[in-house]
């Protein structure tokens, strides 16, 4: 009986400290499994406490075109409020060139919107990287977030021979001008607007001589003055630009009407131009007498006109041409403007007509007969 209740005893000891042990060993393990799952929290917590900046590229353009002048937008989410400024680097980009490294900013909380303008410039286009750093006093490495580019697919156009080069969302003719360039040429001078436009590459195959005298750019606007020596063969200057809004060509014409802006139609260097306005002083003349002879005989008003008109016609041509003398070494313009294009150089002084005032410009006609611009400065004052 004694060694039967000492068995007893000796299992239910034995089965206490099993369970002890157990639930040790399970305690143990509960508080390595915490332990593990604070440091993951805590790890999670870090790094979303240091993605203060989120960004991706808006509404990327599936096409571009070779001369396209276009625009990046980079959605932005800052966490971190306090920065004193934002700073993007582009790199690893391709066939593109930056205009402007201003930026254009739109908000719409919590987002904003930074716009840049660019120009595809190669055949290949590839997006580029870019890196944003927020600036806290003056440090820009205290968080930087990079996004990573990627290609677009890039169109050539295949245009008629009269294409300008110029892609835009519209092309407008603010205004114009066509005037004597020399025996067998005109010049034409207009000036013109266009939005997301490449105008600083426009060139016309009509003209044997061209060229861009101001050029301003105001993205998305730009607009310029232009100029191109033509043919006295053409009745108009027409050309195309291609329209990014219809994608298609659009046609540009402009009238070619001379305007004789001279103070006399005679001229000192050319005899025969002398003999023929001798021979409209006579024509006109003659006329003249008719009208007196029909005015006396029939005693009717309406010969006096023929009689008044040939005179001022006559008073007109007999105007005296004011000649100017031009110094050495003085730079000949196509259009009065200081900033405007040289075509010639006069390495001598000489003295010639004067066809006409600019402001601070004379306008001359050169001994090879063609016609430009000197500066008042550059006009002998003996």
Not at 9 to 16: E, H, K, P, R, V
Not at 51 to 80: D, H, M, N, R
Not at 239 to 251: A, E, K, S, V
Not at 294 to 320: D, E, G, M
Request: contains cysteine; hydrophobic residues 40%.
């Amino acid at each position: 009986m004694r060694f039967f209740l000492l068995l007893l005893f000796t299992l239910i000891i034995s089965n206490a400290q099993a369970e002890v042990s157990a639930f040790g060993y399970e305690s143990a393990q509960e508080t390595q499994e915490t332990e593990e799952t604070n440091e993951t929290v805590e790890i999670v917590e870090e790094e979303i406490q240091a993605k203060l900046l989120y960004q991706s590229y808006y509404e990327l353009p599936k096409k571009l075109f070779k001369g396209q002048v276009f625009t990046l937008t980079i959605k932005a989410l800052s966490a971190q409020k306090d920065y004193d400024s934002l700073e993007y680097n582009f790199s690893n980009e391709a066939g593109l060139a930056l205009l402007s490294d201003e930026r254009e900013r739109k908000i719409n909380s919590p987002y904003f919107y930074d716009t840049f303008y660019f120009q595809v410039t190669g055949n290949h286009v590839r997006i580029p990287d870019v890196r944003t750093s927020l600036i806290f006093n003056g440090n820009s490495g205290s968080l930087q977030e990079t996004l990573r580019g990627e290609r677009i697919n890039t169109v050539r156009l295949n245009p008629e021979k009269d294409f300008s080069q110029v892609l835009a969302e519209n092309f407008k003719i603010l205004e114009y001008k066509t005037s004597q360039y020399d025996n067998q040429h005109n010049i034409v001078v207009f000036s013109a607007e266009a939005k997301m436009a490449n105008l600083n590459d426009f060139s016309l195959k009509a003209a044997s001589k061209e060229g861009i005298d101001a050029f301003e750019q105001e993205l998305p606007y730009s607009n310029f003055t232009y100029y191109a020596v033509v043919s006295k063969q053409l009745n108009e200057l027409k050309f195309t630009y291609f329209n990014l809004n219809t994608r298609h060509f659009q046609d540009v014409v402009i009238p070619i009407i001379v305007i004789n802006d001279r103070v006399s139609t005679q001229t000192d260097l050319a005899p025969t131009q002398n003999t023929h306005v001798f021979a409209k002083i006579i024509a006109a003349a003659i006329v003249s007498a008719v009208g007196i002879v029909l005015f006396i005989y029939r005693r009717r008003k309406f010969y006096l006109l023929i009689v008044i008109l040939p005179l001022f016609f006559i008073a007109k041509l007999s105007v005296p041409i004011k000649h100017v003398c031009v110094k050495e070494d003085s730079n000949i313009y196509l259009l009065p403007m200081k900033n405007g294009t040289i075509f010639e150089r006069i390495p001598y002084r000489f003295t010639t007509e004067s066809l006409g005032q600019a402001e601070d410009f004379t306008k001359i006609r050169m001994q090879n007969n063609q016609i430009g611009w000197v500066q008042d400065e550059n006009l002998c004052k003996d």
